[in-house]
């Protein structure tokens, strides 16, 4: 008998584990959509490149159904060239992939979707998908002690992406995720499935989903036990999530474009838009795709509003000179014209020279409303919604955060109602002994070639002072990055610490910056420092800040410039 065939023989003899012959489900991805269309093949797209086997309703357990199954061509990747230039071979790698999925009519709410080969979900219109669907089954059911892997996103001008795993489980505290402001996307652990098959057939053996948008998870073999699992899994979705174990990671969450609430929002927003602000504030918000070139900018340029001619707006414009001409504009209208509507940086003060392409001004605006208890905000052009608890978290770690002020002085700030307004007062400031102005001043390294501020005042006891005018419920995101990049710039780059040190020496001879500074200090003017009149997500903005700055040995202080208020009227910027 030859080795081979002692093998074969050898593994036909082995005892297959009865379990895993008797399981009597199986893997598959599952997505749900909301039951709004007539017909099931409307929540399909129609998709190029598929070869269907077979199409068309059946019925399930007496369940209503849509089938699809078939195989998707794919063309010959662009790829090829660079291996057949390579490795002079003549390759043919057109290929094809096998799917398959039944759209189940679960009830008069819901619709489920699920899926079989990467395919399938190419095939669903992914307008209409519930976005936290498989979410909100991983909150509810996956061991809170052994979450392996959380996906999210930061919900700053970064919008930074993130996954962080443990192989063998950790609970939360293992994750570095904040009380708000960072966007959950992704989360897989192993699950209780009670009331499902898997669960019965194991004698309540927990299974490792993976819980995001869709949920891949154990369903039943047979017609019935198909159906049955379906419905229990969207029963334990629609559950009070008060009793979800890790409820608190989903406590923001982006608002679906077909959200019932969607309506309200952009009505309240419109309305704040042309002026009525009953329904909350508005603010500036600064986008991510410029926070580079906002230090830099001399001026802004504005496209035409409707009627209203082009303009150019001053470095520090407020809320109100950029919504302005919105206020003559039909209200239905208005988020239209608002997305369609550019604004871009300038490196001159004429608005002649942008540093980016215009950027659609609804990314340059936030707004903030509460609804029926429910926080919602608007950032970077898309809303998401805010848990109660979360807000309460949040606010409180703020109002600690700002008992910390400052023991500088500062004079009264009256505004110029000059360009360089800002640079005025901080030099004022800097007739104070031991206070130098470092206003405009700006530092170069090769993280950062266009330059950065490393600070506006210096302050006599080595301190880091950024200053900031802040107008009426301005999100002070631009304040915040400028503290973040100044700090870990002296941190991690040898050359701003150099440049740190020189122009202090240029400043005051007799001082010499020995050690890197352990101070920062935010002073605004315009307003206080207050909980109440920060948006949410420019609270959690800070406490990030103060996170980060935390974590480089830095301590983060507050102080509230005297001021007299501006005198209504100023111009909301000149004609371009």
């Known amino acids: 008998m030859t080795r081979t065939r002692h093998l074969r023989v050898a593994l036909e003899r082995q005892e297959v584990p009865t379990l895993a012959r008797a399981i009597p489900s199986g893997a598959a991805t599952v997505y749900r959509l909301p039951n ?3 017909n099931l093949s409307e929540y399909l797209k129609k998709v190029e490149g598929v070869d ?31 291996l057949t230039g390579v490795t002079d071979l003549e390759l043919n790698l057109v290929g094809s992939s096998p799917f398959a999925l039944i759209v189940v009519e679960i009830d008069d709410e819901w619709v489920c979707a699920v899926t079989w080969g990467a395919s399938s979900r190419f095939m669903l219109d992914e307008l209409l998908l519930d976005d936290d669907f498989g979410l909100n089954f991983g909150i509810r059911r996956i061991d809170p002690d052994k979450v392996r892997v959380i996906r999210s996103n ?13 192989p063998s489980g950790s609970s939360l505290s293992g994750f570095p995720l904040e009380p708000a402001g960072e966007l959950v996307t992704g989360i897989e652990g192993p699950a209780d499935l009670a009331g499902l098959t898997y669960d019965t057939a194991t004698d309540g053996r927990t299974w490792n989903i993976r819980a995001g948008r869709a949920l891949n998870i154990q369903l039943g073999r047979t017609p019935e036990t198909f159906i049955a ?37 952009e009505n309240r927003f419109a309305a ?8 909350g504030p508005l603010g500036v918000c600064w986008p991510s795709s410029a926070i580079r070139e906002i230090g830099q900018a001399q001026s802004f340029a504005s496209s035409r509003v409707c009627r209203a001619a082009a303009r150019v707006l001053e470095p520090g414009f407020e809320i109100q000179e950029l919504v302005g001409p919105f206020a003559d504009v039909d209200p239905s209208r208005r988020l239209e014209v608002l997305r369609k509507a550019g604004l871009a940086p300038c490196e001159d003060e004429l608005g002649a020279e942008p540093l980016t392409r215009p ?74 002994p031991g206070y130098l102005c470092m206003d405009r001043g700006l530092a170069y390294t090769p993280m950062h070639l266009r330059g950065f501020e490393i600070c506006d005042i210096f302050g006599p006891g080595d301190e880091i002072v950024h ?30 610490m150099q440049q740190l040190r020189s122009k202090v020496r240029v400043l005051d001879s007799t001082r010499d910056v020995t050690e890197r500074p352990t101070r920062v200090v935010l002073a605004i003017a315009g307003r206080a420092w207050h909980v109440d009149t920060l948006f949410t997500l420019s609270q959690v903005s800070l406490l990030r800040l103060s996170h980060e700055l935390r974590n480089l040995g830095i301590e983060l202080q507050f102080a509230d410039i005297p001021f007299i208020a501006k005198t209504k009227g100023k111009s909301a910027g000149n004609a371009a």
């Open 36 to 38: 709004t269309q007539e």
């Open 52 to 82: 269907l086997r077979y199409h068309g309703e059946l019925l399930i357990a007496g369940t209503r159904t849509l089938v699809l199954a078939g195989v998707r061509s794919s063309r010959e990747p662009n790829w090829v060239r660079h």
């Open 154 to 166: 930061l919900l700053d001008v970064s919008a930074r992406g993130m996954e962080v795993s443990f």
């Open 229 to 265: 699992d379906l419905r229990k899994i969207c029963a334990i979705v629609d559950e009070d999530v008060a009793g979800a174990p890790l409820r608190h990671i989903v406590e923001i969450r982006p608002v679906s474009s077909n959200d019932p609430v969607m309506p309200d929002l």
């Open 272 to 279: 704040a838009l042309g002026g009525d602000d009953q329904f």
């Open 359 to 432: 950027i659609s001004m609804i990314k340059w605006v936030a707004f903030q409303t509460v609804v029926e208890g429910k926080t919602y905000a608007l950032h970077q052009g898309k809303w998401y919604e805010i848990g109660e608890g979360a807000v309460a978290r949040v606010k409180e770690q703020v109002r600690a955060l700002l008992e910390n002020k400052s023991s500088l002085t500062f004079p009264v700030w009256i505004p110029t109602g000059e360009r360089d307004d800002e640079h005025r007062f901080a030099e004022k400031v800097a007739k104070q």
């Open 467 to 496: 200053i900031k005018w802040l107008g009426r419920a301005t999100a002070a995101s631009h304040l915040y990055t400028q503290a973040q990049v100044s700090a870990w710039a002296q941190y991690f780059e040898p050359q701003a």
